[in-house]
């Protein structure tokens, strides 16, 4: 079997050679449903990327995944997944004099005896360039994990060469290029680098990857340990000659009753196994470190043999790293957030069903952002698309749940939902009892809250609430947590209100515009998804569409017309003044989170055949004058946006490429109005489900857990 897989259930398989045409991965075994498009990929593509520093290769390759197969409409769908990268700066003349000698150090003269053929272009298979497809492949995992689990993945830069970190602080570790977790030693690092270029050679180092968030029980007892299995998958990066997993070879030196971790009621003493016990996940931090040997490639002269059996001399010319360990850190985070997924679904597919009494939970996010005291949470309409939401967002933020309540209408109770390795079992909400719940996140209708909110309050919970029933009143804050989080300390009724979707991501958008220039007036026209509507609106959309394609009649329940292939100039009811409520929303809401009710705020709500994202059209004139560099300028520093504004074709943000299921609010097609002296355009886009309603609400529950503890 020739090896270019790994992986049981979720199984990759690269393809390709340093300088041929392409490199490649087929990821089979992705669950459907998964929301990815090529922008994901790119965060840690360029992480690993060559030509990022000058201690590191000169290469320089745009790494652009094109995604050929296994996603639809930005969805995984549960076929194999064939993704493609094309190589476009690799320079094969400077390998020309070395084609026939063997390099001491690399896989020549092994792949010579294996095969009887080699490309010497670059290392051909064996070359780290393979490893980006790797990385590729382990963006999915990563993400998959962060959802369905709350599994974060976090690598680092733990020796290089002789040096090691003075101190360790993860939060800096982006800041630099060596991944590095003490920014005082990142000017020593610069130095050492520069002193092993000039003199020709390289040196090896140390990468560290953490896992948090992982579940107790996943792994094998003999042949599929989760350890061995890491361990045979990040000895199969280039350049790797050791891996260890918690204390590893520092165990050797250990007494038994130094070693063994011990277990209590607030869990684990200690982690010298590394999270992993018996082959299987302990739910402690899964703890890596890989060895990466000095790189072969040297100007320096050295003795070997060409294929014929003469002796030669051989220098290596060309574009090479110093030190591979450098650009190592997302490679070995993709090989573990590979294997832990392959084991998830291994695990998932033969002990789904066990049941396992509740035990004390190992302490899993000993640095967390969020204060690590146990918070008793309620979802209220957690079978809805928003209450799925906030149960991946909580997993995915690692928020700090003692008791979790899902509640919904009689109609689901005893549905099932799955949070993290459990499986909890929905409650009728009119037979619950709210007395010891501590935050209430309600995502059913009006009518629930208007009936249960209080009654939460009154209890003792803190309700955040994303119907409408509490936007206009006075004694109930209306926040975005980018924008105005101050305002949620005075809320009288113990209920905090969350914006309309379509005002949430316009708000992140216009805020720090008014704080700089003051916004007098805001002309907006909304493109707005059909899960604002709910699921039934989705249904609608995708049998319409289905039967159009198929010369069928096309029936309309939800909408008053057809939606599919068609916008409706229409959302909410319609009022006195001919505008609808949904398009008031966006008047007093407005005014009220900005805190100015002499804004004019004008606004038309529009249905498009989009699942999910909504897309706003805004147009806005400001007391001060404000260029379009300088709206970027801040709207770059805004919390929570990112913004997407190339003056080329495709350079904008949309719903589908960039919005739907991701965090952000995306801005693009910033400019300065042509026919008015203060006046800027932007385009806004954001997920409605995730942005627009339950990330906002989840980022309020973290302000008032902070605020307690």
Not at 340 to 358: F, Y
Not at 654 to 675: C, K, L, M, Q, W
Request: proline residues 6%; negative net charge; contains cysteine.
């Amino acid at each position: 079997m020739a090896s270019n897989t790994y992986g049981k259930l979720f199984a990759v398989t690269t393809f390709g050679e340093s300088h041929g045409p392409a490199i490649g991965c087929v990821v089979d075994g992705c669950p459907p449903g998964l929301q990815i498009d090529s922008a994901d990929f790119r965060h840690d593509l360029e992480r690993r990327a060559t030509g990022k520093s000058r201690h590191t290769s000169a290469r320089h390759e745009s790494d652009e995944v094109e995604i050929l197969s296994g996603v639809y409409e930005g969805r995984t769908t549960g076929t194999p997944i064939a993704l493609l990268i094309r190589n476009t700066d690799a320079r094969s003349r400077d390998y020309a004099k070395i084609a026939e000698q063997f390099r001491p150090g690399h896989a020549d003269y092994t792949y010579w005896h294996k095969y009887g053929i080699r490309d010497p272009r670059g290392g051909g298979r064996s070359s780290a360039r393979e490893t980006t497809m790797r990385v590729a492949a382990g963006v999915i995992a990563r993400k998959w994990l962060a959802q369905r689990h709350g599994i974060r993945i976090q690598g680092f830069l733990s020796q290089l060469g002789d040096i090691r970190p003075a101190s360790m602080d993860l939060s800096v570790v982006e800041d630099n290029p060596f991944f590095w977790p003490d920014a005082a030693q990142v000017p020593q690092l610069e130095a050492y680098m520069d002193a092993l270029r000039k003199s020709g050679d390289s040196v090896g180092a140390r990468v560290d990857v953490w896992a948090d968030g992982v579940p107790p029980g996943w792994g094998e007892p003999i042949y599929g340990k989760l350890d061995g299995e890491l361990a045979g998958a990040l000895m199969s990066i280039n350049a790797v000659k050791g891996v260890e997993i918690g204390a590893g070879f520092g165990a050797i030196g250990q007494k038994g009753s130094e070693h063994r971790d011990g277990l209590g009621p607030d869990g684990f003493a200690s982690n010298h196994a590394g999270g992993i016990l018996g082959g299987i996940s302990s739910g402690q931090r899964v703890t890596c470190s890989v060895a990466f040997k000095p790189t072969s490639s040297l100007r320096l002269p050295v003795d070997s043999l060409d294929i014929h059996g003469n002796t030669v001399e051989v220098v290596t010319t060309g574009r090479h790293d110093p030190c591979v360990g450098i650009r190592a850190t997302p490679i070995c985070e993709a090989m573990v957030a590979a294997v832990l997924m392959d084991q998830a679904l291994r695990h998932r597919a033969q002990c789904g069903d066990v049941e396992v009494p509740t035990l004390p939970t190992p302490q899993q996010f000993p640095d967390s952002p969020v204060m690590s005291k146990p918070v008793n949470v309620a979802i209220v309409g957690a079978t809805g698309a928003v209450g799925e939401t906030l149960l991946a967002i909580l997993a995915e933020r690692q928020f700090p749940i003692g008791e979790l309540h899902l509640l919904a209408s009689e109609r689901s109770a005893g549905e099932k939902l799955e949070y993290g390795a459990r499986k909890l079992v929905v409650l009728d909400i009119a037979g619950f009892d709210p007395g010891g719940v501590d935050i209430a996140l309600f995502a059913a209708g009006s009518s629930v809250s208007r009936e249960y909110a209080a009654k939460f309050a009154a209890a003792g919970a803190v309700v955040i609430d994303n119907s409408s029933e509490f936007r206009g009143d006075p004694d109930v804050p209306l926040v975005v947590a980018e924008v105005n989080p101050d305002a949620l300390r005075e809320r009288p009724r113990g209920i905090i209100a969350n914006p309309n979707c379509s005002t949430m991501q316009l708000m992140v958008a216009l805020a720090p515009i008014h704080r700089r220039a003051t916004i007098e007036r805001i002309n907006i026209a909304t493109y707005q998804s059909v899960s604002g509507t709910g699921r039934a609106a989705m249904y609608e959309l995708g049998k319409q569409t289905a039967d159009m394609l198929n010369f069928r009649s096309v029936e309309s329940n939800v909408y008053p017309v057809q939606i599919a292939f068609n916008v409706i100039p229409h959302g909410g009811d319609f009022i006195d003044n001919g505008y609808t409520t949904e398009e008031m929303k966006l008047v007093w809401e407005t005014r009220r989170i900005l805190g100015d009710d002499r804004i004019g705020v004008n606004a038309t709500v529009v249905r498009v055949p989009v699942f999910y994202g909504h897309s706003e059209a805004v147009h806005i004139e400001t007391r001060d004058k404000l260029t379009a560099e300088e709206a970027r300028e801040l709207l770059r520093a805004q919390p929570g946006l990112e913004v997407v504004d190339e003056h080329i074709d495709g350079g904008y943000p949309t719903a589908v490429t960039h919005a739907s299921g991701n965090d952000p609010v995306y801005v693009g097609r910033i400019r300065e109005d042509i026919s008015h002296p203060r006046g800027l355009s932007l385009w806004v886009v954001a997920d409605n489900i995730r942005k627009g309603a339950a990330l906002n609400a989840v980022q309020l529950a973290e302000l008032v857990v902070a605020e307690r503890q």
